[in-house]
């Protein structure tokens, strides 16, 4: 093994495991660990703005919800979600906020595909970002709107692990030609060899994710993964390299 077979770390909603998750505090701090990738997760507000939360409402992520637990945050304005406390005093970010807060690589992920024209205007008008982004998501229609209206932007189309397209490669690949993605994320438990084997044939460059341990690294090299999404980028990079030394002693 070498350096060439080291699949880059992408720091899921950031460094999740360190930081409360999709805050610029989590991105900076997955900076500092050194990933390659960030991966963070858009929607629309009420009034149009695009802003960066996973969930559909914010009572995983916000210690106090209060009033506004329940409420799908679609429905919310910018203004109140700004005051919702994250923890630590964080709070909700815009995608034009993380994109001017960080220096690496982005995935985008589309959480709700009614984001995407925003999200494409706002990226439009950033033509120097453009070489550290991709877009991804489950939805194969959100990526073809994103290969409509933001070409420039490459797109990574992601996989369950209760997927069956792992099964059915027609119909996979049937996907991968109409969204125009070049990279596939598969979850741990979505891994086929035959689909691998034909992701590669075909120049598609897979990631795996979640990364949970030295067993996943080991995975992920006998897939030839082109990144992995972790939680915690710092325990990334630790089983990383105990797997490499344990390979090359």
Known sequence: MN???????????GA???????????????????VAEI???????????????HDATIDRVAPVPGSLSGVDVSTLTLEQLRGVDLGEWLGIPTLTEALDATTTSIQIEIKDPRVVPAAAAI??????????L???????????????????????????????????LDSLFAL?????AAFVHLNVDAVRDAAVQELHRRGYLPT??????????????????????????AAAKRWIAQVMAATTS
């Open 123 to 132: 990226l439009n008008a950033r033509p120097q970002d453009h070489g550290r």
């Open 176 to 180: 991968l030609e109409d969204n125009g």
């Open 39 to 53: 991966e963070l997760d858009i929607r629309l507000s009420a009034d149009g703005h695009v802003f960066i939360l």
């Open 208 to 233: 795996l994710w979640p990364l949970r341990g030295p067993d996943d690294v080991l995975k992920a090299l006998a897939i030839g993964a082109h990144a992995v999404c972790a939680d915690d980028p």
């Open 16 to 34: 999740m495991a360190h930081r409360p998750e999709n805050t610029l505090e989590s991105y900076r701090y997955a900076e500092e660990l050194g």
């Open 134 to 168: 991709q877009f991804t998501s489950f939805n194969h229609e959100a990526l073809v709107q994103a290969k409509n209206l933001c070409p420039q932007i490459p797109r990574g189309f992601i996989l369950g692990g209760t997927t069956a397209l792992t099964e059915d």
């Open 3 to 13: 350096e060439n077979t080291r699949p880059r770390i992408v720091g899921h909603r």
